[in-house]
């Protein structure tokens, strides 16, 4: 995987015109020659699995605390700045450890195992539409469908609203992207406004309408839980669930999309796994190290300190290229070969430690029933045309992908 390009030229403010279809080549030769890449800005881009593992594994000395990054990138008063360093994702403990405790009621074992009847519903309906028209468009039809069917029962969502909510998600997700103008930052700051208003409307309606509940229905269990005698405040609970409804579809999303590419580009993995049904798990792990969903995290060192040798000044911001790790070939040997059989596979797509992604066994699971009811009904699905990549850096989005069933 050469790369013809000045590697010391590289910025993630500035990428290049062919970064978009093939990232992963500027990653490889990053991670050779550049490893503790220093950006024009100051931050650094870190490209090794062992040191994405290092910041992921010390949150006492690289802080996901996003206050300072933020406050200069939207302003201490935009409703986005309040978003972003409000989320479960983005807070230090013992903040991040009260909230996530209160949060993590809507992702217990019971309540997933409730949720696995309507997910195979949901993709079976999904498949019957598909036989009946013998062509998908693969994100509008299943891939963004399932997951934000899925987080908007769980939130008690009505379904006539969930493409509004697929609009704020957008906007309130695009505006973390490493550089955004003007328009994408009013877009987002409008989008977190209107999505609190909505969802302060939904809470006062589900608490006057208790027995309209779905059984399955969290949103009233995370407003009135508590751990240690503390509730979450109403910010932080507005801002839970808005993390919620977001990141609940958008990691989905893009892993049911390229899960579905891969496997119709290697057709012999889909023959594999319908032989074997036993490889649907490591399909799904390699699904995600191969195409990593979120491409790039973000740590703040609180500390003066060091990783791979190399010394980082207290108030370094260093991007964690999860991508990059993923093929890092000290971790996985032949890494650009898309294996559905590769053990073991410790990627790092839903992060590590204390952060580690609160819907990962959510995502797994939906995932894995669509993976397997899809190709065992269809093993001869066709690309009609490429997938379409958004020109997005943090997130690895499928917009567009037509598939036949034969």
């Known amino acids: 995987m050469a790369c013809d390009f000045d590697i010391s030229e590289f910025s993630l403010l500035d990428v290049p015109d062919d970064y978009i279809d093939d990232p992963y080549r500027y990653f490889a030769a990053l991670r050779e020659r550049s490893p503790m890449h220093r950006n024009p800005d100051g931050t650094v881009i870190l490209t090794r699995y062992d040191d994405c593992v290092a910041a992921y ?23 986005l700045y309040e978003h972003h360093t409000t989320s479960v994702v983005f807070i230090d403990p013992p903040d991040h450890t009260r909230i996530r405790r209160l949060f993590q009621a809507a992702f217990t074992r019971k309540a997933l195992a409730a949720f696995e009847p309507r997910i195979i519903a949901l993709v079976d309906g999904y498949l019957d539409r598909f036989e009946e028209q013998g062509s998908m468009e693969v994100v509008e039809d ?40 003007r328009e994408q930052f009013d877009t987002g700051n409008r989008a977190v406004v209107e999505f609190k208003d909505y969802l302060r409307d939904l809470i006062k309606w589900r608490r006057s309408h208790p027995n ?51 496997m119709v580009r290697n057709p012999n993995e889909i023959r594999r796994l319908n032989s074997i049904p036993d490889l649907i798990e490591p399909m799904v792990e390699e699904v995600l190290r191969y195409q990593a969903p979120i491409q ?17 000044p207290r108030g370094t911001t260093v991007h964690l290229i999860v991508a990059a790790a993923n093929r890092d070939p000290g971790q996985f040997p032949d890494p650009d070969r898309f294996d559905i059989s590769r053990r073991p596979n410790r990627h790092l797509s ?16 939906e995932a894995a029933i669509a993976f397997r009811r899809l ?28 598939v036949s069933t034969h």
């Open 350 to 365: 839903f992060g590590l430690g204390v952060h580690i992604c609160a819907g990962n066994s959510l995502a797994r699971l």
């Open 57 to 79: 594994r010390d949150p006492a000395v690289w802080s996901s605390d996003k206050k300072d990054d933020f406050g200069q990138k939207f302003g201490a008063s935009a409703p």
């Open 296 to 312: 790039i995290n973000n740590r703040r060192s609180i500390q003066d300190t060091e990783i791979g040798g190399v010394g980082i």
């Open 375 to 402: 190709f065992a009904r269809f093993p001869k699905l066709q690309l009609v045309s490429p997938a379409e990549i958004a020109p997005r850096l943090r997130f690895r989005e499928v917009k567009r992908l037509h």
């Open 142 to 181: 299943l891939s963004f469908k399932l997951p934000i069917e899925v987080v908007c029962d769980m939130l008690g969502v009505p379904a006539r609203d969930r493409l509004l909510i697929r609009s704020w998600a957008v906007a309130i997700l695009t505006a973390l992207e490493p550089s955004i103008d």
């Open 212 to 262: 309209e509940a779905a059984p399955t229905e969290v949103l009233t269990v995370l407003a009135d839980a508590e751990a240690d005698g503390e509730k979450l405040t109403e910010t932080e609970l507005l801002h839970q669930c808005i993390f919620m409804l977001n990141a609940g579809h958008e990691t989905s999303t893009n892993m049911l999309s390229h899960g579905i590419h891969e």
